[in-house]
């Protein structure tokens, strides 16, 4: 249901991008407009599309010398994704795998030994805990799934919409402590020390994924523009004599469609979280899928945040974290990180970004 309502939205902004001659959307993956000719120096543009994995459209585009070459980095680059969103789905089980599912599921009884892709992305999330960035906390499942649970229900049956009830809010988040996710390096394993506790690793997944990719793709195929949902990750320059990769950052109000700006860039990732994905409506109020882990209600205060730069895990956990803070917090953290640009759009349509977005935003570019 999730996905239809998501893909749906993602088809029609693609058909803006291909008319607008855009490449991709860091909210919704544009699908790749076909080149008429091979480049002079030789390379041609191929693109693959997959619906298969994390919930989303996922494109590729890139420069290739011929038709092989591109498959062959395209099938390394598309079973990487598959294999992480099996270890990173929290819904299902395959096989033997400890997944996220398996270890939802077992970590309480005992530590549970995980591949080395869950350990890293856990890894990572610890470190933004300990330094005290908590807006986005990967250990607040037992929260989120209560807003997932009604979220469905909400979406199957709209005349039945209903919010969670706080007291079960309430009595969830105490059991939403990341300090009571214990990790140990040595043996890569996960314990929870709160039986209560479970992981969404949502925010950050997509992110995870979109690097481990880019990685492999710089390898095989380095021209590339990956698109996983609200995560793009351009790689080098297109090999058509363009400088950039030209990525959308979507219009938030979807009934008017098209793109808000357009973001030119190169070896960097563009991440956008929006409110206007994943939501339902009870009496005529939107609730979308962000969760404020002080209120525990969607946060309102943002109705997109997009983050420029070169880490894709960053930039998703970041997305989340500013969504959730107030403008001003989100500034003081967006300009004491180098690399990092920020836009976010406001509820009554204003844009703000940190000064270094002019060099990437064609709104704000100085004509030249
Ligand atoms: P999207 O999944 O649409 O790309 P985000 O990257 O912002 O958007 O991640 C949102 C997802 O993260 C939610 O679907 C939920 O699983 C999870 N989430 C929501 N709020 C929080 C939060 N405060 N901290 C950690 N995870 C969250
Ligand atoms: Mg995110």
Known sequence: MK????????????????????TASAQS????????????????????????????????????????????????????IQLLDHLFDGYSAYDDLHNLYYVNQHAAQTPVQIPEDLFR??????????????????????????????????????????????????AASKHINFDDVVLDAEKQTVFFSDPDLTLDIG???????????????????????????????????PLDGRANWAVGVQNPDVTQSGTKDILDVHDKTVVTSGDYWRYYTVDGERYHHIIDPETLFPSRKMVSVTILCESSILADFLSTTLFVLPYEEGRQVADSLEGVEVMWILPDGSVRATDGMKDYARSMKNPS
């Open 3 to 22: 996905f239809i309502h998501k893909a749906v939205f993602s088809l029609l902004f693609a058909v803006i991008l291909a008319c607008s001659g855009c």
């Open 29 to 80: 993956p544009g699908i790749a407009v076909p080149t008429a000719s091979p480049s002079p120096n030789g390379f041609q543009r191929f693109n693959r599309t997959d619906l298969s994995a994390f919930d989303t459209v996922i494109t590729l585009v890139a420069f290739a010398p011929d038709q092989a070459s591109f498959d062959r980095a395209a099938d390394r680059a598309f079973e990487k």
């Open 121 to 170: 992305l856990l890894s990572w999330c610890k470190e933004q805990w300990a330094a005290g960035h908590r807006e986005t906390n990967v250990g607040m499942g037992a929260v989120l799934s209560i807003w997932h649970e009604y979220r469905t229900a909400g979406m199957q049956h709209p005349d039945e919409a209903k919010l969670p009830p706080m007291e079960e809010l309430t």
């Open 203 to 237: 925010a950050v997944a997509k992110g995870y994924a979109a690097d481990a990719v880019a990685e492999l793709l710089y390898e095989d195929m380095p021209s590339f523009l990956l698109s996983l949902g609200g995560n793009v990750y351009a790689g080098n320059a």
